[in-house]
């Protein structure tokens, strides 16, 4: 069995890909500006600021769900136990939203 670490990691590695795309996106506000726009850079837009936030707000909650998932099927696996159903809704409802 892997330890706690490689578990996640294996399970929850995906969640770290939109983490990355927003860090470009960041990235490039700096640099782009908005077409039809006064804003010489998109970083100096509020409305720009706040999508970034929230997406970044998103990505995080989807992470946490995902970990706490990821974290719980674990221990129920070194318990030698599987899930239950109410556990099982909950990480599919997690994952849907």
Known sequence: ?????????????????????????ISDMGRRGITFTSYARQAD???????????ALKIE???????????????????GRQLDYQARASAEWSATV
């Open 1 to 25: 069995m892997p330890n706690n670490l490689e578990f996640i990691s294996i399970f929850a590695g995906p969640w770290f890909c939109p983490l990355s795309m927003l860090e470009e996106v």
């Open 45 to 55: 837009s509020s409305v720009v600021q706040h999508r970034a936030a929230e997406a």
């Open 61 to 79: 909650g989807a992470r946490v769900q995902a970990l706490r998932a990821v974290d719980e099927m674990h221990e129920l696996a070194v318990a």
